[in-house]
């Protein structure tokens, strides 16, 4: 696999037409709090409220004319359903979406509002991949997978390279994983732009595959799992698992309750909307887990597409 910082530059060229250069936020009540200066990258502000339109992007508009003509397909808990149905529009070709059945039902009416044509399937790997192969023999459509795909890494480097630029000489850089596009991209991007920074990928223990397989030093898959950071339900991917090694120095855990306490202070202190899977690097750092007294952390927020009716504070 050849993803590099030029692959990534490659990418951000191609997308700039089609996505926001979102902003970095700060705030010194979170610094006093941790006792270093925090940078967030807000891609909850990103065109389909997820980093996701970044690699989506460049996966489909990277496309010959005769491959695009025959359309896209994928499988995806929602953000990369949305993001790749938003970006085959923008080209004027099909998208067929494959989604879990317990997708979160404002991503379902996403990806529905972007003109993908979904097809519902059971919450498991295997019944995702046999679906979309399905789909991908009947129609000829072309495979964009949103994370194991070279294109899609590349597109979501281009994030950690803009916070970058924004926020200069950072010690740490922190992102979740689920299947790992974006933390293969920003580590990429992250470790040539700055060598020295420190990656540290952060994940839901209740979806830990990525720590116990940088443990086991091979991939342990990932069982069913309810965890509340739902964009978070995916073993990492095979390339991006061996970009990681390379390129991560750290991968943390955070619990349920962390996850949500930490979703909540960054609803009330930054007075923005996050969705669950974007609240797990704050998370490591409220927790105690990560320490970054005096010292200088990017972290990108994810995503903010949340169902308002069903916020994991209010009591059921």
């Known amino acids: ?12 060229e191609r997308i700039r037409p089609h996505i926001h250069r979102t902003p970095v936020l700060t705030s010194a009540r979170l610094d006093a709090a941790c006792g270093g200066r925090l940078f967030f990258k807000c891609e909850n502000f990103q065109k389909v409220g997820a980093f996701k339109a970044r690699g989506a992007a460049n996966a489909v508009f990277a496309l010959d004319d005769a491959a695009a003509a025959r359309g896209v397909a994928t499988h995806s808990s929602g953000n990369h359903a949305a993001a790749l149905a938003r970006a085959a529009a923008l080209r004027g070709i099909p998208a067929h979406i494959v989604m879990p059945a317990n997708s979160a039902q ?20 295997a019944a995702r991949e046999a679906a979309c192969a399905r ?3 009947a129609t000829g459509a072309t495979l964009v997978h949103p994370y194991e795909n070279e294109d899609v890494m590349a597109g979501q480097g281009t994030a950690a390279v803009e916070l970058m630029e924004d926020a200069p000489d950072l010690d740490f850089m922190l992102c979740p994983v689920g299947g790992g596009g974006l933390l293969a991209g920003t580590a990429v991007a992250a470790k040539a732009l700055r060598p020295g920074i420190v990656v ?31 964009g978070l339900r995916t073993t990492i991917g095979k390339p991006n698992f061996e970009i990681a090694r390379r390129h991560v120095d750290r991968v943390v855990t955070v619990s349920e309750a962390e996850i949500v306490a930490a979703m909540r202070t960054i609803w009330e202190t930054l007075k923005i909307i996050i969705e669950p899977s974007c ?13 970054v007294a005096g010292r200088r952390a990017g972290l990108i927020l994810t995503g903010g597409n949340v169902d308002l009716d069903a916020l994991p504070w209010f009591k059921k």
């Open 1 to 12: 696999m050849s993803l590099d910082l030029a692959a990534i530059r490659r990418a951000h």
């Open 106 to 125: 404002p991503k379902i009416r996403a990806v529905e509002g972007y003109g993908g044509k979904i097809t519902l399937c059971e919450p498991t790997q």
């Open 135 to 137: 789909i991908l023999a």
């Open 200 to 230: 540290i990928a952060t994940e839901p223990e209740e979806a830990g595959d990525t720590a116990r397989s940088f443990a086991a030093g091979h991939i342990v898959p990932l069982e069913k799992t309810t965890t509340i950071a739902d």
């Open 279 to 291: 609240a797990v690097p704050y998370a490591a750092i409220q927790s105690g887990k990560i320490d």
